[in-house]
């Protein structure tokens, strides 16, 4: 059975810090792309940000370029995003996601996390 | 800057029939946006119902199907039952590893 499950969400100060991780299993994680996919409060689903099955290859929405950082570690089976210079809109639950590729589309979800960036 | 646009919210009788769209303000939906579609209740994460324009996902009951209408991408529930109460997505591969999500359509079975 595919799982995948986020942890590291929490409260933090804007401007701060935090790593998300993603553990999967279930399936071969090195044979996959994998995203992170985020929702603010009462608001709809937003792309953030992809990673190759190598992580040769990375992409990101603007609004968060040059502030995270994908990643992923095949050997451990998770992926990461490496969030700095955090911001009050960046509040949201965090969902790491399975990517089908070349089909474009996720077919895999984990339940989420929640981070809030607040004073 | 892309947006995907989506009725915000629409209203079924149960064993009616629903279409939601997704329109593109660049211009029309193609299949080479890959639309996916996706239904979420609150709480729980998304769950995925579409991927590549009409092939429904495992497990995903054939009530619901889903096309290009038009310059839209559309899905429709043929049949809506109680429990399709929820909040649907559409979302388009844009190419070179960039992907949008439709602002979502609460549907309300009523």
Same mark, same amino acid.
């Given at each position: 059975e595919v799982q995948l499950v986020e942890s590291g969400g929490?409260?933090?100060?804007?401007?701060?810090?935090?790593?998300?991780?993603?553990?999967?299993?279930?399936?071969?994680?090195?044979n996959y792309w994998m995203s992170w996919v985020r929702q603010a409060p009462g608001k709809g689903l937003e792309w953030v940000a992809t990673i190759k099955q190598d992580g040769s290859e990375k992409y990101?929405? *603007?609004?968060?370029?040059?502030?995270?950082?994908?990643? &992923?570690?095949?050997?451990?089976? +998770?992926? !990461?995003?490496?969030?700095?210079?955090?911001?009050?809109? *960046?509040?949201?639950?965090?969902?790491?996601?399975?990517? &089908?590729?070349?089909?474009?589309? +996720?077919? !895999?979800?984990?339940?989420?996390?929640?981070?809030?960036?607040?004073? | 800057q892309t947006v995907v646009t989506q009725e915000p919210s629409f209203s079924v009788s149960p064993g009616g029939t629903v279409t939601l769209t997704c329109g593109l303000n660049s211009g029309s939906v193609s299949t080479s946006y890959h639309p996916s579609w996706y239904q979420q209740t609150p709480g729980q994460a998304p769950r995925t119902l579409i991927y590549s324009t009409n092939t429904r996902s495992s497990g995903v009951p054939d009530r619901f199907s889903a096309s290009i209408l038009g310059n839209k991408a559309a899905l429709t529930i043929t049949g809506a039952q109680a429990d399709d109460e929820s909040d649907y997505y559409c979302m388009f591969y844009m190419g070179s590893g960039y992907w949008v999500f439709g602002g979502g359509t609460k549907l309300t079975v009523l």
């Open positions: 929490g409260l933090v100060q804007p401007g701060g810090s935090l790593r998300l991780s993603c553990a999967a299993s279930g399936f071969s994680f090195i990101y929405v *603007d609004s968060v370029k040059g502030r995270f950082t994908i990643s &992923r570690d095949n050997p451990k089976n +998770s992926l !990461y995003l490496q969030m700095n210079s955090l911001r009050a809109e *960046d509040t949201a639950v965090y969902y790491c996601a399975r990517i &089908r590729w070349p089909r474009y589309y +996720s077919d !895999y979800w984990g339940q989420g996390t929640l981070v809030t960036v607040s004073s | -």
